[in-house]
């Protein structure tokens, strides 16, 4: 099964719609944002590859390193073309879409490489820098380590022993290595120190932004209780409202009813007199 699959990628022939297909591809998968030669940049091909193989027109066979060869074999001939029309003169012929996707994949990957080569040198510059200044340090070390030699006037005598100078520069050897720890402890007091300092300047500012949420809250608490307080103000002169129109309407009835009732008493009146 698997010699099949490898023959049919290889007798796979390229078209133009392949070409295209796999120029709009790489353009989806952008394998220049990784590191030549980089597993990422790998697997992107792996994608590409898989990608292709899943469309239904045209149709691929082709695996990582095919699509990668024929990506190198395309950009090839894009740069022979381009070398051509420069020598020639006045033709500008009109570009397909595979040759401005072309233009548009290596100028790509050429700014990425470019771009990858001055990350890296300017990585070695800094790695060399760092050996230096090491150096340097142990030089000026090693020159004050002979300054206290001679303020302790242990440079005194020109024509010391053998043995004395054994001993001399194991104490010496002692000293050094004694100040250099004073001076490790006294840089991680430092930065305990500064540690300790950031980390209560940042409990200060939780605490800060603690106690303005709580006053956010409690002014929203606030807000919303006047919301509260006005909403039932407005429902209690709603209903005073409505009280006092149920009254006024009552005795508008009630004065109609009284009218209606001596109006009724004076026609009777009139009626039995005229009977």
Not at 97 to 108: K, P, S, T, V
Not at 147 to 166: D, H, I, Q, V, Y
Not at 211 to 228: M, T
Request: proline content about 1%; glycine content about 2%.
């Amino acid at each position: 099964m698997a010699s099949t699959t490898v023959a049919s990628r290889a007798s796979m022939k390229w078209s133009s719609s392949h070409d295209i297909a796999l120029s709009r591809e790489i353009l989806l998968f952008r394998p220049w944002i990784h590191r030549r030669g980089s597993t990422e940049r790998g697997q992107i091909w792996e994608n590409i590859a898989k990608s292709l193989n899943a469309l239904e027109m045209p149709k691929f066979h082709v695996s990582q390193r095919s699509v990668r060869d024929r990506y190198q074999l395309l950009e090839k001939k894009y740069k022979r073309k381009q070398s051509e029309e420069e020598r020639a003169s006045g033709i500008s012929p009109e570009e397909s879409e595979l040759d401005e996707a072309m233009e548009d994949i290596i100028a790509q990957f050429e700014e990425a490489d470019h771009l990858n080569e001055q990350l890296t040198f300017e990585k070695k510059q800094r790695a060399q820098a760092e050996v230096e200044k090491a150096v340097e340090m142990r030089r000026c070390s090693m020159e004050t380590f002979k300054e206290t030699k001679k303020r302790n006037g242990e440079e005194e005598n020109n024509e010391p022993s053998a043995k004395k100078k054994k001993r001399t520069s194991g104490s010496d050897v002692m000293r050094y290595l004694r100040e250099k720890g004073e001076i490790d402890i006294k840089m991680k007091a430092d930065e305990v120190e500064l540690r300790r300092t950031e980390s209560e300047r940042h409990y200060e500012l939780m605490q800060e932004e603690l106690r303005i949420r709580r006053l956010e809250a409690e002014r929203q608490k606030e807000q919303n209780e006047q919301q509260v307080m006005q909403l039932t103000n407005s429902q209690m002169m709603q209903q005073q409202q409505m009280k006092q129109l149920f009254e006024v309407t009552q005795g508008m009835m009630l004065q109609q009813q009284q009218q209606s009732a001596s109006f009724v008493a004076i026609f009777e009146k009139f009626a039995t007199k005229f009977n």
